[in-house]
């Protein structure tokens, strides 16, 4: 499907329009009601939107982000800035008791990444340069917190405990590790999401108990993230949450090298370096692709993920996986009639309508497109690029979609999708 310059010029004022709407000043919602804090992959991601509307702006959105940072180098998945009724579970289920409420779980981090592309494309070069300067220790001490907290054994990669942390909340991925975590004492709730939402697009009953199970445990322990990876009962390595880590740990080094910070730019190189090798270990070879393996019982998932297509994004170029992977993604597309799918459609649970159990997503795709072109498939990237404007251009800026029939589904009017749209307009 291809776009017409027509369609291009409106599908920009459209996205500026949804990121005007939903920015609250210092920071911007996903969506209006469904999601009505501040997410922290969405903001790095929507950053790169705002960033073409104004720079300023765009920087802020992550300073945002950072200034909740925990004095342990944490940052939170969710950042609950003021009330809001339409979601849950809410400040009081995460109890982190903070100043200004967040999670105590964190999310894919994406910010290294993001951070290098406002640097290196800023027009104000010596704000960028500040601002960027700025940010460097607060995404080193993030890293330097993940490697301490979750790869407590130095293995080089690290394990999510919370299938939320992922972005890619119900994904097979963690059917197996999710199912040993017992709901037991879980007790009552109402879940907001599935009033926005119909419910055949979002998880299941069975995972919200589970999800919620987690949250409860983690909060029993006072959130003391060093406690937690031991205590978890759900400790998964996912290879696309590791190579978004080692690609922003390869961008932080980059950054720090340009603004003359040797210590941050040698442990973020080493950080990489250590992640690459590891990642070796999670290559499935009867699947043709990377997997996630389960830490709690010790065994690669026999699941054909997007997740395990991502490395793509952080494997060196000229490595001999890369050419394998990216044969790998034009097999899966050419399973469905959208890129990319969140799932292999060959897969018997694979799912066109629940979230990330099938379902297309643009920010998915930005990774996969950049890691593509980094590995000189420069057409494959315009065609994953080409096709997302113009399913966005028929469909509208929906959180995700079917890849069989490009059925617009979840959330509407969505900040990332729109960010995702001003990148792909380039
Ligand atoms: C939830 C906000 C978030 C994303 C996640 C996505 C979804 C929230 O929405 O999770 O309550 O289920 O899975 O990646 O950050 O857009």
Same mark, same amino acid.
């Given at each position: 499907?291809?776009?017409?310059?027509?369609?291009?010029?409106?599908?920009?004022?459209?996205?500026?329009?949804?990121?005007?709407?939903?920015?609250?000043?210092?920071?911007?919602?996903?969506?209006?009601?469904?999601?009505?804090?501040?997410?922290?992959?969405?903001?790095?991601?929507?950053?790169?939107?705002?960033?073409?509307?104004?720079?300023?702006?765009?920087?802020?959105?992550?300073?945002?982000?950072?200034?909740?940072?925990?004095?342990?180098?944490?940052?939170?998945?969710?950042?609950?800035?003021?009330?809001?009724?339409?979601?849950?579970?809410?400040?009081?289920?995460?109890?982190?008791?903070?100043?200004?409420?967040?999670?105590?779980?964190?999310?894919?981090?994406?910010?290294?990444?993001?951070?290098?592309?406002?640097?290196?494309?800023?027009?104000?070069?010596?704000?960028?340069?500040?601002?960027?300067?700025?940010?460097?220790?607060?995404?080193?001490?993030?890293?330097?917190?993940?490697?301490?907290?979750?790869?407590?054994?130095?293995?080089?990669?690290?394990?999510?405990?919370?299938?939320?942390?992922?972005?890619?909340?119900?994904?097979?991925?963690?059917?197996?590790?999710?199912?040993?975590?017992?709901?037991?004492?879980?007790?009552?709730?109402?879940?907001?999401?599935?009033?926005?939402?119909?419910?055949?697009?979002?998880?299941?009953?069975?995972?919200?108990?589970?999800?919620?199970?987690?949250?409860?445990?983690?909060?029993?322990?006072?959130?003391?993230?060093?406690?937690?990876?031991?205590?978890?009962?759900?400790?998964?390595?996912?290879?696309?949450?590791?190579?978004? &880590?080692? @690609?922003?740990?390869?961008?932080? +080094? =980059?950054? %720090?090298? #340009?603004? *003359?910070?040797? !210590?941050?730019?040698?442990?973020?190189?080493?950080?990489?370096?250590?992640?690459?090798?590891?990642?070796?270990?999670?290559?499935?070879?009867?699947?043709?692709?990377?997997?996630?393996?389960?830490?709690?019982?010790?065994?690669?998932?026999?699941?054909?993920?997007?997740?395990?297509?991502?490395?793509?994004?952080?494997?060196?170029?000229?490595?001999?996986?890369?050419?394998?992977?990216?044969?790998?993604?034009?097999?899966?597309?050419?399973?469905?009639?959208?890129?990319?799918?969140?799932?292999?459609?060959?897969?018997?649970?694979?799912?066109?309508?629940?979230?990330?159990?099938?379902?297309?997503?643009?920010?998915?795709?930005?990774?996969?497109?950049?890691? &593509?072109? @980094?590995?000189?498939?420069?057409? +494959? =990237?315009? %065609?994953? #690029?080409? *096709?997302?404007? !113009?399913?966005?251009?028929?469909?509208?800026?929906?959180?995700?979609?079917?890849?069989?029939?490009?059925?617009?589904?979840?959330?509407?009017?969505?900040?990332?999708?729109?960010?995702?749209?001003?990148?792909?307009?380039?």
């Amino acid at each position: 499907m291809t776009t017409s310059p027509r369609d291009d010029d409106r599908l920009r004022a459209e996205a500026i329009a949804i990121l005007r709407e939903n920015d609250l000043g210092a920071y911007t919602i996903p969506t209006k009601g469904l999601y009505p804090f501040q997410w922290n992959w969405d903001s790095c991601l929507v950053a790169l939107g705002l960033a073409r509307i104004d720079e300023d702006r765009a920087f802020r959105e992550i300073e945002t982000l950072f200034a909740h940072q925990w004095e342990d180098g944490f940052v939170p998945h969710i950042v609950f800035h003021a009330d809001a009724q339409s979601y849950f579970p809410g400040p009081d289920v995460w109890d982190t008791r903070r100043a200004t409420p967040t999670s105590g779980i964190t999310q894919p981090p994406v910010a290294g990444f993001c951070l290098r592309r406002l640097y290196e494309t800023a027009s104000d070069r010596e704000a960028a340069a500040a601002r960027t300067k700025a940010l460097l220790p607060r995404i080193a001490a993030w890293h330097r917190w993940f490697h301490a907290t979750r790869d407590p054994e130095a293995t080089g990669l690290v394990a999510i405990l919370h299938p939320w942390e992922s972005g890619r909340d119900n994904s097979m991925d963690w059917d197996e590790a999710l199912a040993r975590v017992s709901p037991e004492g879980v007790g009552e709730y109402v879940r907001r999401d599935t009033s926005h939402v119909d419910a055949a697009q979002r998880p299941t009953k069975a995972e919200y108990d589970r999800y919620l199970r987690l949250v409860q445990i983690f909060r029993g322990l006072g959130w003391d993230h060093g406690a937690l990876h031991e205590a978890s009962p759900f400790k998964v390595v996912d290879p696309g949450f590791n190579a978004i &880590l080692i @690609r922003s740990a390869e961008d932080l +080094a =980059a950054l %720090a090298e #340009a603004l *003359d910070e040797p !210590a941050i730019a040698e442990e973020a190189a080493r950080h990489a370096a250590a992640g690459r090798a590891a990642l070796e270990g999670l290559w499935h070879e009867g699947l043709g692709q990377y997997a996630c393996f389960d830490r709690a019982a010790g065994a690669l998932v026999e699941s054909a993920s997007i997740g395990g297509l991502l490395p793509l994004f952080a494997l060196e170029p000229g490595h001999a996986r890369a050419a394998v992977l990216a044969k790998r993604i034009e097999t899966v597309c050419a399973r469905a009639r959208h890129p990319v799918p969140s799932h292999d459609p060959a897969d018997p649970r694979f799912d066109r309508l629940r979230y990330w159990r099938g379902p297309l997503w643009l920010v998915a795709n930005r990774m996969i497109l950049d890691g &593509l072109a @980094r590995h000189g498939h420069v057409d +494959a =990237a315009t %065609a994953i #690029a080409r *096709d997302g404007l !113009a399913l966005v251009a028929r469909r509208g800026f929906a959180e995700y979609f079917d890849p069989l029939d490009g059925r617009p589904l979840g959330g509407g009017r969505f900040s990332w999708t729109a960010a995702m749209v001003l990148e792909f307009l380039d």
